[in-house]
Nanobody, 126 residues
Framework: QVQLVESGGGLVQTGDSLRLSCSVR????????MSWFRQAPGKEREFVAA????????YYPDSIKGRFTISRDTDKNTIWLQIDVLESEDTAVYYC???????????????????WGQGTQVTVSS
């Protein structure tokens, strides 16, 4: 059994910073690469960031680079997503996902992630 639990979302103001966390529960050794996705109202789910098992190599699509930082402490079974200078467009449900295999760079596509959290809501006002 593997469970991913996100936390840290909430109602924030534009320009604020936020740090989301995702805790891996259960058979933690079954989870290698991990990632963040988000889904805004009326939009498709969007890939935000991924990180390898060691936490050494973060990866972001071109549309995300700049304000987002993914990090990982494998020993603590936790990953984070730091969002700086929040914008209204960042309003979305943010999902944590994990893979039973490792990946790097652009190979970390949605299809390789088997384990998904329930999501945490981030709402950016004004």
């Amino acid at each position: 059994q593997v469970q991913l639990v996100e936390s840290g979302g909430g109602l924030v103001q534009t320009g604020d910073s936020l740090r989301l966390s995702c805790s891996v529960r259960g058979r933690t050794r079954s989870v290698y690469a991990m990632s963040w996705f988000r889904q805004a109202p009326g939009k498709e789910r969007e890939f935000v960031a991924a990180i390898d098992y060691s936490g050494t190599w973060p990866y972001y699509p071109d549309s995300i680079k700049g304000r987002f930082t993914i990090s990982r402490d494998t020993d603590k079974n936790t990953i984070w997503l730091q969002i700086d200078v929040l914008e209204s467009e960042d309003t979305a449900v943010y999902y944590c996902a994990g893979s039973q295999g490792d990946c790097q760079g652009y190979l970390c596509t949605e299809q390789v992630f088997q384990f998904w959290g329930q999501g945490t809501q981030v709402t950016v006002s004004s």
